[in-house]
Every structure is written in structure tokens, then in C-alpha cells.
């Protein structure tokens, strides 16, 4: 049975980033400026050991292979949370790098900081509750990955955004950052309010909360006259509710002006922290039905898709604000996204896809709000076009970081933007959506022109006299890095994406994950990976032509991508 | 009210029940729209407060006397008390008129009606899962033992991590409500 160490075996890492949490607040309480100051780097230490007990948690991808607990629905989830744990604790530490300057910028800890006579205002200062927070919604997304259970998840989806309404508000001292925050917390209490009815609706169709369990009950549905409306309502209200978390369509009104109004490195940490969230749930509702995506839902994401990309693009067009265009990006990137987890059906490629892509889109937006966030405008944030124009020829460093950011964002070859749309776009095509590659081939057109209009005002434009480059070491070095490894990931991408492809693919066994239930072997159609290999000979055939031309750039990439997940599809496609 | 469901609770198989059913299952939808069509804050409060109570003695007439106490302390004694006296320091004026458009409306009918009636149609057409069909556990004392026996085992994560959840609420609140500078 679940003894409560078994629970907590595998949740070190969480349990770090909630310590260095604690103990950021602790710090930013204290009366002496060099102890408050002390916090970022605290939340560094404890992403840092995060790091080190995931990889000291995660067994060797390839040498346990425990055939009949295989990818069920929570099969899939051990390597996945190894994966999202490390994504989540690099990514968040060059977000970190980003974001370590914010709260010099606040007036009440600029003025506490400055005046070290006067007796010290805890409640004036929020250095501590800053990286806290931003600590704390990094452990949702952590939990996120990990969930087992309905239950589980939603509090994990609560934990990654609650904390960000309010760094919204706070970082950032203008009146648009605190109708900002309104606007989020409103409308992602509503967003919560669907996915938890969707939630209900799905333990009212199965009687249990357990993902495993109800991923049994659906398989034992479809085998018996398909799956009870009950269970298909709450897993379509579950991904509608979820759309809030990546900003996809019915639920992405709020972006725009979230992202306007946030500080900037606030601002790049929405763009990627709840959309990994979002996405990592989205992967977990879908793999209750485990190959057999039902129709309905396939209706519903192909829908979201083709609005999403096609509204964030031309929407991101008409802006002029930079800040707006990047949001509308993100949206539009989510659009991209969902292509994968529409050709999941049966078919572990897209997932993949999706979890390398999250990363890459990660990456290059965090660079190009770090180059957004060292610009000042009348002692406000540059947003326009307007301020960002003659970049390069003030700060030609700055201005390559923006421009590696976008062409990423395009999708140009030597950057992971171009690798991760490789890899959606075929695993789309393998499974037959053409018609949803061509429409976000042409966003893709659309979306670049966008990008190369903020490349164009960086390199071409003339200097505004009123902006100037504010001197910021550690978001400098975080725009820079972020950058960096997109390129290098662009180029050599291989260990990543196969990482992404194990995070779906390989069934390894996992301390946190053994719920207790064990699933019959022979209900499990996507057993280990020597199991499948052999209903799979037609797939070789297709497989390869279809990577082959697109993926001319980057040659050996696409193999380790492509070969583990590619028979666990086609298997069961046949 | 707790008095009334607690004879409910106490004859499971009483011809009332199906009535009371119905009595209390109108006192909640009927409150949650009057909530709804509500324009004083006051008043929607106070819809609430009937809502959240016929939810409670749903739970009571399912045998669920731990989750019903629960849901009428916590959220008829506690959370709604916590909105009134919210209302009442945040706004200038607690009797302020909340107007909604007429477009907002007709877009609001259409969005609750289509959820209202996917929903519907999904429960009438799903069989009755076996899980949920025998939810009467064995009534007396021990719900409560099994509840917390469950919050520290099946539930141990999901349990403390509702408490990291409250604990960011309350740093958030007491962050957002702190002493404006001058």
C-alpha cells in the first residue's frame, strides 16, 4: 500500500525549491540590506539542489525496462517528471538570472534599502516574497509533471499560477501591473473553475481520482461500446480550462494585457513557466484515453490549433507595442504546440515534440524579454517598436541576443525554434493532419514577419534619444545564455530531444509513481519498447521519408528523436 | 437546518427523501442564480449563503455528515463571512450596484446555457458508473477516521500541498494588503 515515504521518495526536488522558498522569506525579512540581498542567490542554491536530486532520483534511462507497468497513463509519467524537473530547474535558473534585478526596481525596497537608519518595515520590502514566489510556482510546475492523481493535479496547477498573479502585481509599479494581476486572477479563477468541473465530471464518470485508475476505466469503456459521454465532457471542459495555463484560444483574452502590463522579467516568466504547466497537463488528461484520443476531443484541439496560431499571429501583426507582439507569440507558439498533442493520438512522436518544443520556445522568449527588460524609456519600460530601434548600434551585444531570440521564434535552421517545428510538424504529418501543418506552415509565414519587423527596427531603425540600455549584469548574462543554448541546442539538439522522447517513451519504473495499482499486462497495447518493435515493420518505410527532407539541416538529430517513439505509434495505428 | 438533515441522515430510506431531494436541489440552483441575476453585493452574499447550504444538506442526505459539517462551517460560516467583511473594508460602497450590459448578458445566457446543456446531455446518456453508485459508506463515527486516514496516506501529497497553497495565499494577502508607502 502507499506508505507516506513512498509519497515523498520521489519528491525531493520539490521539496528543495520549497525549502529555498522558506527560506527566502526568512531572508527578506531580515533588517540588514546585505541579508536581504541574500535571497536570489538562496533561490539559486535551491534550484541548483533540485537539480542534483532529480538526476540523483532518475535511473538510467535505458537499463530498467519493467515491460507490464508500461505507458499507461502514469506509466509515462515517472520519466516525464524527470524530464519537466530538469527543463524547469534550467530554464528557471537563467529566469532567475532574468528576474534577479526586479526587486531593486521596486520603489518601497529601493526606498527600505536606502535608508538603513530608519527602522525597518518588513512589510515595505518584498525581495523575500519575490523569489519565494517565483520558487514556489517553479515547485507547481514541478508537481505538475508528477501527479498521479486528479486531485494532485489541480492543486499543482493552482500552486504554478497562484503565485504569479501575484508577482504580477508586485513587481512592477505601475497602475497597468495592478490591472494586470486583476485581470489574471479573474479570469484564471474562472479557467480553474472549468478544469476542476472537468475534473469532477471525470471522477463522476470513473468513481475514482486516480489518473491510473481512471485511464483503466476508459480503456475498459472503449473496449465495451466506446467511452461514456460523462467521462468524454469532463476530460473536453478539463482542456478547455487548461487552455488558460498555455493561452490558447478560449481562453488567451488575457495575454496581451498580462504581458503588456507585468515587468518584463515577470513577463518572461509567464511565458514559460504555466505554459509548461499547462502543456504537461494537458499530456496527462490526454493519456487517460491512452492511444485512443476520442473524436470529440480531437475536433476540439484541431479547432483550438488552427484559431490559436491563426488569431496570435494576426493579432501580433497589428500590435506596435513589442511587449503585445511577443504575447501574441506566445499565444501563437501554443497553437504550434497543440499540433502535437493533436497527432498524439496513438502516437508518442507528438508528445516529444511538444515537451522539446516548450523548452526551445522557452529559451528564445526569455532572451528577448532579458534584451526588452535593459531597455528604459522615460524611466519606464521601452515597449514600442519605436524604443528598441537603433539597438544595435548602441549595444551590438543586446541586439544580437534579440536577434538569435527571434529568428529562434521563426523557425530559422541553425536555432531549436526550427528543430522544434520540425519535429511538431512531422509528427503532425505522420499522423495525417496535412491540412493543420499547411495552416501553420503559412502562420509561421505570417508570424515571421512580425519577428523580422522587430529584427529590422533593431538593426535598421533610428536610436530613440529618450531610451537608454540600463546597466544589468545577471539579465544581460541571462538574455545572453538563454540565447546561447538556443543556438547550441539548435545545433547539437540531439541528447535533448532524446530526452524528450524517453520523458514519453520509456517506461521506467518510479518510487513516487507505483500508486499501488497494477495494471493487467494484457490491457497494456504500449508495452516496452522490444514488445512493439515487431507489429512495426511498415513504419520504417514512412517514417523516415517523411524526416528525411524536412530535416536536411540537422541530419542526425531527427534519428533519436523519431526511432524510439516512432513504432509505439505506428503499432498501435495499425 | 442541521437539525432537519440530520433526521434526514438518520432515516435513509424515509418516502421524504426523494422530495427533500428536490426541496433542497431547487434552494441551491434557484440561489446560485439569483446569485447570478443578483446587482447588489450584499444580497448575492446572501444567495450564496443558501446555496452553500443546500449543497450541505445534499451531502447529509448522502450520508456525507462529515463533508456536510465541513461545507457549512468552512463555507457558510467561514468563506462567506470572510467576502462580507471583504466587501465591506474594500468598498466605499457596500451597496454598490454591480450593472451588467445587455450583450454581456446575452453572452453570458449563451455560454451557461451551452455548457448547461453539454452537461446535460452527458449525464443523461452516461450509465451510472459502479465507483459512484455506492458512495453510501457505513455510516457513524468512523467517516472521520477514514478521511484522515486517507488525507495522511492515499492523500499525504495532494494534502500538503493544499497547505503550501494556503501559505501562499496568505503571504500573497497579507503582501497585497500591506501598508501603502507614502
Known amino acids: 500500500m502507499n506508505l507516506m515515504t513512498e509519497k515523498i521518495a520521489g519528491l525531493w526536488p520539490e521539496i528543495s525549491l520549497l525549502l529555498g522558498a522558506c527560506s527566502c522569506i526568512a531572508a527578506g525579512l531580515a533588517g540588514t540590506v546585505s541579508v536581504r540581498r541574500l535571497a536570489a542567490p538562496i533561490a539559486a542554491v535551491a534550484l541548483a539542489v533540485a537539480g542534483v536530486a532529480t538526476l540523483a532520483g532518475a535511473s538510467p534511462p535505458t537499463s530498467i525496462h519493467i515491460g507490464a507497468h508500461g505507458s499507461s497513463a502514469n506509466g509515462i509519467a515517472a520519466p516525464l517528471a524527470c524530464y519537466v524537473k530538469i527543463a524547469v530547474v534550467g530554464v528557471g535558473l537563467l529566469l532567475l538570472l532574468v528576474a534577479a534585478a526586479v526587486p531593486n526596481r521596486i520603489r518601497s525596497d529601493q526606498q527600505v534599502d536606502n535608508a538603513p537608519g530608519s527602522a525597518f518595515d518588513a512589510g515595505l520590502v518584498m525581495r523575500g516574497e519575490f523569489f519565494a514566489f517565483f520558487l514556489l510556482s517553479l515547485t507547481g510546475v514541478m508537481l505538475v509533471s508528477g501527479a498521479t492523481d486528479l486531485v494532485w493535479l489541480f492543486l499543482a496547477l493552482e500552486l504554478t499560477s497562484l503565485p504569479t498573479y501575484v508577482m504580477v502585481a508586485t513587481a512592477r509599479d505601475r497602475v497597468e501591473a495592478n490591472e494586470a494581476a486583476v485581470k489574471y486572477f479573474f479570469l484564471g479563477a474562472l479557467a480553474a473553475a472549468v478544469f476542476l468541473y472537468g475534473f469532477t465530471l471525470l471522477y463522476g464518470a470513473t468513481g475514482s481520482t486516480d489518473l491510473n485508475v481512471i485511464h483503466n476505466v476508459a480503456k475498459h469503456q472503449l473496449a465495451h461500446g466506446g467511452l461514456s459521454p460523462l467521462l468524454l465532457t469532463g476530460m473536453l471542459l478539463s482542456i478547455v480550462g487548461i487552455a488558460f495555463k498555455i493561452a490558447a484560444v478560449p481562453m488567451h483574452f488575457y495575454a496581451a494585457d498580462v504581458y503588456q502590463g507585468a515587468s518584463t522579467a515577470v513577463t518572461a516568466f509567464l511565458a514559460f513557466v504555466p505554459k509548461t504547466a499547462g502543456f504537461v497537463a494537458l499530456i496527462l488528461i490526454l493519456g487517460i484515453t491512452g492511444d485512443h484520443t476520442p473524436q470529440p476531443v480531437i475536433w476540439l484541439l484541431w479547432a483550438m490549433e488552427a484559431l490559436t496560431m491563426t488569431i496570435g499571429n494576426v493579432m501580433g501583426l497589428l500590435q506596435t507595442n513589442v511587449k503585445r507582439v511577443l504575447a501574441y507569440s506566445s499565444i501563437a507558439h501554443s497553437g504550434y504546440m497543440l499540433l502535437g498533442l493533436v497527432a498524439l493520438g496513438g502516437h508518442r512522436a507528438g508528445e516529444a515534440a511538444v515537451l522539446f518544443y516548450v523548452v526551445g520556445y522557452g529559451l528564445a522568449t526569455i532572451a528577448a524579454f532579458a534584451v526588452l527588460g535593459c531597455l528604459e524609456t522615460n524611466g519606464d519600460e521601452s515597449q514600442d517598436y519605436a524604443h528598441i530601434a537603433g539597438l544595435a548600434k548602441r549595444n551590438p551585444g543586446l541586439a544580437a541576443t534579440l536577434l538569435l531570440a527571434v529568428l529562434s521564434l521563426i523557425g530559422m535552421p541553425p536555432l531549436v525554434g526550427f528543430l522544434g517545428k520540425v519535429y511538431l510538424f512531422t509528427s503532425a504529418i505522420d499522423h495525417g493532419y496535412v491540412c493543420l501543418v499547411v495552416i501553420a506552415a503559412i502562420n509561421s509565414a505570417i508570424g515571421a514577419v512580425y519577428y523580422l519587423r522587430i529584427a529590422s527596427a533593431c538593426y535598421f531603425g533610428k536610436p530613440d534619444e529618450a531610451t537608454r540600455v540600463i546597466d544589468w549584469p545577471s539579465r544581460r548574462v541571462g538574455g545572453t545564455a538563454a540565447a546561447v543554448i538556443a543556438l547550441a541546442l539548435g545545433i547539437v539538439g540531439g541528447p535533448l530531444v532524446e530526452a524528450a522522447s524517453l520523458a514519453v517513451d520509456a517506461p521506467i519504473g518510479h518510487p513516487t509513481h507505483s500508486t499501488g495499482i497494477v495494471l493487467p499486462p494484457a490491457d497494456d497495447e504500449r508495452g516496452e519498447m522490444p514488445d512493439t518493435a515487431t507489429p512495426q515493420p511498415a513504419a520504417p518505410t514512412t517514417a523516415p521519408a517523411d524526416d528525411a527532407p524536412a530535416a536536411t539541416e540537422t541530419a542526425p538529430q531527427p534519428a533519436p528523436e523519431t526511432a524510439p517513439s516512432e513504432p509505439a505509434g505506428k503499432s498501435s495505428d495499425m | ?182
Open chain 2, 1 to 182: 437546518m442541521i437539525v432537519l438533515a440530520q433526521q434526514v441522515a438518520s432515516h435513509p430510506l424515509s418516502p421524504m427523501q426523494p422530495l427533500l431531494f428536490y426541496v433542497f436541489a431547487a434552494l441551491t440552483v434557484g440561489s446560485a442564480w439569483a446569485i447570478v441575476l443578483s446587482q447588489n453585493i450584499i444580497r448575492m452574499a446572501v444567495y450564496l449563503l443558501t446555496t452553500l447550504a443546500g449543497v450541505a444538506a445534499i451531502y447529509f442526505m448522502l450520508n456525507a455528515e462529515f463533508l456536510a459539517a465541513i461545507q457549512l462551517i468552512v463555507y457558510a460560516g467561514g468563506t462567506l463571512i470572510l467576502i462580507v467583511f471583504g466587501v465591506m473594508l474594500t468598498s466605499k460602497n457596500p451597496f454598490m450596484q454591480l450593472v451588467t450590459s445587455p450583450l454581456e448578458r446575452a453572452l453570458g445566457l449563451f455560454i451557461a446555457a451551452s455548457v448547461a446543456v453539454m452537461a446535460m446531455v452527458a449525464l443523461l446518456n452516461s450509465p451510472v458508473p459502479g465507483g459512484a453508485a455506492a458512495p453510501a459508506a457505513p455510516a457513524g463515527h468512523d467517516h472521520v477516521a477514514r478521511i484522515g486516514r486517507a488525507l495522511l496516506s492515499d492523500y499525504l501529497v495532494p494534502f500538503e500541498l493544499a497547505a503550501v497553497l494556503l501559505l501562499v495565499v496568505m503571504v500573497a494577502a497579507a503582501y497585497m494588503a500591506r501598508r501603502t508607502q507614502r
